[in-house]
């Protein structure tokens, strides 16, 4: 149905014909004409339908619109990515470090218990190293039983026992061990005078302080003369033998 100035005109394009059930010929339809150029004008629809159907992209508008949007779109799209690449920065930063803190650690507690296990196996071999230095200042030591020692003292010392404790040095009560005690002349203060058992250590690990005779000067800071008897009596309370008895009549 199309519409014929203000009738409707109805046209039967049915291929069989109701009345006579015979099957109907096409008939050509006529190619509409060109409308008038004032129709054309008149009809808002077809305005309206060349301006939808035309490309948007030849209006300068459009175009200008569409770039700015598009780098709008680029630029946020690099803050994006640039606030994801410091994100993930920090966290491989992050990961690394406590990679490394973790790895000293495990190196820390591995040296510990390196340093711990062989300080235990050569502290039970110190009493075989203090019958070595007995026979060494004997004079029993000789012959294959000396290549024996030293090759011993060699493979102690590469594991890295070291021997402490020499006469005249002075006395450290971090590393020495004093079993007597003397005073003497010519000192300015507490003087290890006898080793008496060398120490031992490992690094800065003592496994056996060394034991000594220590001796002090004989004059006090004032210059006065010590009295070695006196100070022994003074210390352990008992009264000077030198002291004169009450007599029995006084009693």
């Known amino acids: ?4 100035g203000d009738q409707p005109v109805f046209r039967d394009r049915r291929r069989i014909d109701p009345e006579t059930g015979e099957i109907r010929e ?6 509409p004409g060109p409308r008038p150029a004032d129709d054309r004008a008149a009809d808002p629809a077809d305005g309206s339908q060349a301006q939808e159907h035309r490309d948007p ?4 508008d459009a175009q200008a ?4 949007t598009g780098a709008t779109a680029e630029a946020d799209r690099v803050s994006e990515l640039e606030a994801s690449l410091a994100e993930r920065t ?6 690394q470090a406590d990679y490394v803190n973790y790895k000293r650690r ?3 507690d591995r040296e510990v218990v390196r340093e711990g296990a062989t300080a235990s196996v050569l502290t039970s071999l110190l009493p075989v190293l203090d019958d070595i230095d007995r026979a060494r200042e004997h004079g029993e030591l000789e012959g294959g039983f000396k290549a024996v020692a030293d090759s011993f003292g ?3 010392t590469g594991l890295g026992l070291e021997r402490f404790g020499k006469e005249g040095e002075p006395f450290d009560p971090r590393i020495h061990e004093a079993l007597m005690h003397s005073h003497a002349e010519g000192i300015d ?3 290890c005078t006898a080793i008496l058992q060398p120490g031992y250590r490992i690094g800065e690990r003592i496994i056996r302080p060394a034991r000594v005779a220590v001796a002090e000067p004989s004059t006090d800071p004032a210059g006065a003369q010590v009295d070695p008897q006196a100070e022994g009596s003074e210390q352990s309370g008992q009264p000077d033998a030198s002291a004169e008895a009450p007599r029995d009549d006084q009693a």
């Open 90 to 95: 920090v966290d491989l930063q992050r990961l």
């Open 1 to 4: 149905m199309t519409e014929s």
């Open 106 to 108: 495990v190196d820390r």
């Open 57 to 60: 992209s030849m209006d300068p």
């Open 65 to 68: 619109s569409g770039q700015e």
């Open 189 to 191: 203060g507490p003087t």
């Open 26 to 31: 096409p008939q050509a339809s006529a190619a």
């Open 154 to 156: 060699r493979t102690v």
